[in-house]
Structures are given as C-alpha cells and as structure tokens.
C-alpha cells in the first residue's frame, strides 16, 4: 500500500500527520455528475485566493516563502477541454488570487497548485465547480500545505515534523478502508479511517484526530502508524537568544547569533531591525549563521521559528566602513619615537575612512546650535581649503561644497570631533563616550579617559589604538614595508602627502577624497598623509614599560596639547610614519586636521 502523509497548516492547526490512501479510498478528482450537461451561452470566470502560510503560524513545515509559482488550470469535464494555465508568482508570506476567464458553462474542474523554483510540485487541490451563463465563480480562500509522499516523489523532507512542546498535534487520517494506532513516544492514540466520497481528498481537511498537549519533553520523536514508522516528531521549547558575534558590522558581514532554537534552519527566519536575511548553510539549532542584509539598520534581531519569535536584548550596530581590528600585543614607537614599548590592546572597531565632509555635514544639520570652536564653515571669505559652506547659526542651511563631497572633513577642532562622535553615538542608539562638556573648550571639564573606554559609543582612538591599527600587524617604519629613508619609494601609491598632493580637479595643492589610495593589511585607508587625526589622548612623554590599554597621561606634559597622528597632505614624508607624534592645542582648527572614530568592542 502506498501511503502519502500531507501536512496542512490552518489557524487553529499546529502540525498535521496524514495516513494511508488505500482500502479503497476516493480519487483526487471530483466526480462528475453525468446529468449535467454543458448551457447554452458564454461562461464567465473561476477565481482562486490562495494562503500561503508564514512563520508566524509555521508549527510544521509547509511551503517555503521565498519566491514560487501558483498555477491554476480548468478543464471542462463534459468535453475535456483544457483551459491555458493561469500563474502567478508568490513572492512570500500572505494571499494571492488567479483568475481563469472564459470558462465554459457546465460542470469544470480546477486544479490549485504550488510549484517550487524548478516547476515540482508542492502542494495541489482539486475542486469542481459549476460555471452557469454570464456568472462568475469565487472560489473563496483555501490554504495550501506541503503534500509529502515518501514513496519517491517527496519534494520537502517529512522526518522533522517540528512542534512547540505543550501544543496539540493533529493526527489525520486519509485511508477509507483502515483504523490506524499513532504512537508519538509514549503516547498513543487511534485514528479512524476517512469518510469515504467526502472531497476533496487533495491538501484539505480529513477526519482528524488530536493529541491534545502533547507532553513529551524537548527531542525528537519516532511517529508510529498501524506499527510502521512514518517519521519524526521534534518538540523544542521556547525558542532564545543568548547573543550574536560581531556586535557590529556593515551589510554582507557574517554574524553568528547563538541561542536555543529547536528548529532546522530551513524553518527559521531572521531579520535585522525587520529587514530579513536568509539563514546560511553550516546553521544548527544553538548557532544561526547569517549576513548583514542590505538596508538594514541599527536595532534588534529576531529570529522566528516554529517555537514563536525572540528578539535580542541588545542592538546589532549597522556600521557602514566600520572595521572590526582583533587586538592584540605589538611594539608601539620607531626610531624617531622612543622609547619603543610593547602594548596590548582589546578589540575595537574603528572607521576605515576619514570622516568625510558628507558625514560631518549631516551631523551639523541635526544641532539646534553650534559650538563656533568645532569647526569652520565657509562664509564670506571663500576659503578654497573648507569643505563646508553656510552659517553656523543656521545649522540646516549647511552644505558640501561640489567636489568636497567624499574628502575628509577639515578646519575641525578636538572638540568638535568629540561632539560628532557623541552624535554618531545617539544616533544609533549607544551610550555616548563623553560628557557633553568635554565638548565645550570652556568647560575647563576633564575627565577620566578610562571611563571612555567602558561606555559603547563612538570616541576618538587612543594613540596606542591609532597606532596599532595603521601598523595593519607591520612592525616596519612605513605600513606597507618600507623601511625608513628620507622618501620611500612606495609612498605615492599609499599616502597623499607633499610630494604628490596637488589635485587635478581643484587644480589646487589640497586634501584628497578618501579610500583613493591603496589600503593597510586592515583594510583602512589613508591612515598616513591626507590629513591628520586628532587622538583622544594628552600629549605626554612614553614609557619603556609594558602597557596595557593605555589612554595616554591625565593632562597635557607640555602644556594642553592634545596628540595628532599620520602625517598629511602637506607633510614630507618622514611625517607620515606610523609611528610619528603630532602635538596641537585641541582648540585649533586647520586644513591639515581631520578625524575617525573607533568604538569599543
């Protein structure tokens, strides 16, 4: 006997396990009553709503919602004839209507199916229906499951039938000639056979019986019929999220959230902050690997599985060029910085670009008013090396000088540095590093640098940071694997500097966009010349001592100088190695200096 097990997923239905066709059961067709013959006169339309089921109610698996094809076809039953197929492409979750016209009057016969990608079929019901002259036919909405037949045509694996532990498992039964015994573990129950001639027999409900609250704890289950063994039966528990690695990323970055999740990763979804990403080959029930899908944003992520939805506690980072560096120990200092120490810093993230004009701009957009020292817009006195135009007391009015769009902000202070970064910080929903008088230059407010470190927000690196990551793991003078001379000679393809600054499309001697050279080993750019980058540390004298974390000293050794590192577009060479000290007043603001942030991992 040929058996066929059909799992049909409706509102009040949480898994289905269908058995037996034989002992003289119905057909699939609907019998045609031979006394009705075709009226006289033109027919009319047969339309079909169709539901694909979602997560939301997925306790056991039914067609997959990535993209497939409802196919409706109507044959006239008195003459055979065959209407061209009607389709319709299922893009996901919900409902979708087709509509064949000009069937014939009489009695017609139509059949619903849903074809995966590659045209198989997933699941079919047939219905009849009688067309009268001029008259429409609607055939309400049906929802379709996934037919399953384990004799060779079995198109989605039945083994793992997954149910929530405390629900009820629905145990149909499709022989019209045969009782069956279902026995899920230790629990059993009888299942009588099906009314014979009650269609339709196809994807539709029989005469079910119920497991009610099943109880068995959380694993898997061999199902037993008529003592035959026609599958498994997995109950998970309630469904968590204990965390995800990275903590932060940019979209198509790998992220592994771990958690307990009972479920095959065929039956799970995962969305970043509502925008869905598909669950990656190598997933497992405790770890879900996925990617950063495109047009996501900072927020929660959730997981959906048959066992319901959890979000996590804490927010993914979507973090467009941030760079994720490991840590680690390295020799801090060269033969121009002594002494050389080493020092062991923890994981970070930190932007592979210079903060650009575009970026600066739009956090200028969003003050309701502006410190004067945080940086200079071009006003009246057309200054060719500012980036930004308009008045600091209309801060909405700001712009970005054409051409200037993707070239480091400059004309910047320490503290508007320090005042971006507390932005970009609340913007996406972290703790920011700074108290906000560490922004006013008039605070006189210090406070401890260390405490910066402990807080999730964006903050300027500390000079061992900067360090590390411009070395991108070289122990040589220049990153790229120069030693030191007075003019190395790869520089130009690295760093714009003194000797190759002027600017074909300005036709000036000025700062470049950024990303145009070639990178470090980290992947971050123009980490030498350009423009430098204030630092978050008090210039101070080192120490031979090893370090660990290092901030830098609790106030300025040689007066209140904050530190600037990598060289730029207006240095030699030799001011462009990674590890070569620049010292400023944090007040100041030039065309040498810009910025980039890093946050704490």
């Given at each position: 006997m040929k058996?066929?097990?059909?799992?049909?997923?409706?509102?009040?239905?949480?898994?289905?396990?269908?058995?037996?066709?034989?002992?003289?059961?119905?057909?699939?067709?609907?019998s045609v009553n031979g006394s009705v013959t075709p009226a006289s006169g033109s027919g009319g339309n047969f339309s079909i709503t169709v539901h694909i089921p979602g997560p939301e109610n997925m306790e056991a698996k039914v067609i997959p919602w990535q993209k497939k094809t409802l196919k409706v076809t109507v044959k006239h039953e008195s003459v055979l004839t065959v209407i061209p197929p009607v389709t319709v492409d299922i893009s996901g979750t919900g409902t979708y209507t087709a509509t064949v016209a000009d069937v014939p009057v009489g009695l017609n016969e139509a059949a619903i199916e849903t074809l995966d990608v590659n045209d198989r079929l997933l699941a079919m019901r047939k219905q009849g229906f009688q067309m009268v002259p001029g008259g429409d036919v609607n055939a309400g909405t049906v929802i379709m499951g996934v037919s399953l037949d384990p004799a060779g045509s079995l198109h989605c694996d039945p083994n793992y039938i997954e149910i929530k532990k405390g629900e009820i498992l629905y145990v149909e039964?499709?022989?019209?000639?045969?009782?069956?015994?279902?026995?899920?573990g230790a629990e059993s129950h009888s299942v009588s056979a099906a009314t014979a001639g009650v269609p339709p027999v196809t994807a539709a409900t029989?005469?079910?019986?119920?497991?009610?609250?099943?109880?068995?704890?959380?694993?898997?289950?061999?199902?037993?019929?008529?003592?035959?063994?026609v599958g498994n039966v997995v109950v998970y528990d309630t469904i968590s999220i204990s965390g995800f690695s990275p903590g932060a990323g940019d979209e198509g970055d790998a992220v592994t959230i771990s958690g307990s999740f009972y479920s095959t990763p065929a039956s799970t979804t995962v969305t970043f902050n509502g925008v869905s990403t598909p669950v990656l080959a190598g997933s497992d029930g405790t770890h879900l690997l996925v990617k950063v899908p495109s047009g996501a944003t900072t927020g929660k992520i959730s997981v959906t599985t048959p066992g319901g939805t959890v979000s996590s506690s804490g927010n993914f980072i979507v973090e467009p060029g941030f760079i994720s560096l490991a840590g680690g120990t390295y020799t801090m200092g060269g033969s121009n910085v002594t002494p050389t120490h080493s020092v062991t810093l923890s994981p970070f993230y930190i932007n592979k670009y210079e903060v650009t004009n575009n970026d600066y701009c739009a956090f200028l957009k969003e003050q309701i008013t502006i410190r004067s020292e945080w940086v200079t817009v071009d006003g009246s006195n057309s200054d060719a090396y500012t980036g930004l135009a308009g008045n600091i007391a209309t801060p909405s009015g700001i712009t970005v000088k054409t051409n200037y769009e993707t070239r480091p902000v400059v004309y910047v202070s320490w503290y508007g540095a320090v005042a971006y970064c507390n932005w970009l910080s609340t913007k996406n929903g972290l703790t920011p590093c700074y108290d906000s008088r560490m922004a006013d230059s008039s605070s006189g407010y210090n406070e401890d640098p260390n405490t910066w470190r402990q807080k999730n927000g964006y903050r300027l690196p500390t000079e061992a940071e900067w360090e590390y990551a411009c070395r991108g793991g070289s122990a040589e003078e220049y990153y790229w694997g120069d030693p030191y001379p007075p003019?190395?000679?790869?520089?130009?393809?690295?760093?714009?500097?003194?000797?190759?600054?002027?600017?074909?499309?300005?036709?000036?001697?000025?700062?470049?966009?950024?990303?145009?050279?070639?990178?470090?080993?980290?992947?971050?750019?123009?980490?030498?010349?350009?423009?430098?980058e204030w630092c978050s540390d008090w210039y101070g004298d080192y120490s031979s001592d090893a370090q660990t974390d290092p901030v830098g000293p609790g106030s300025g050794t040689y007066g209140s100088y904050r530190v600037l590192r990598g060289g730029s577009w207006g240095d030699y060479a030799d001011y462009c190695l990674s590890a070569i000290r620049g010292v400023c007043d944090p007040s100041y603001r030039g065309d040498l200096i810009g910025f980039r942030p890093v946050r704490t991992k």
């Open positions: 058996l066929k097990y059909l799992i049909i997923i409706v509102v009040f239905i949480i898994c289905a396990i269908c058995i037996g066709c034989g002992g003289g059961g119905n057909t699939a067709v609907p039964n499709k022989d019209t000639g045969t009782d069956y015994t279902v026995t899920i029989f005469p079910a019986e119920a497991f009610s609250t099943f109880s068995g704890t959380v694993g898997t289950y061999s199902v037993t019929a008529g003592g035959s063994i003019e190395p000679p790869n520089i130009g393809d690295y760093a714009w500097y003194y000797g190759n600054r002027y600017d074909s499309v300005l036709l000036m001697n000025i700062y470049h966009p950024v990303g145009q050279k070639t990178g470090n080993n980290y992947g971050l750019y123009d980490m030498s010349g350009n423009v430098l």
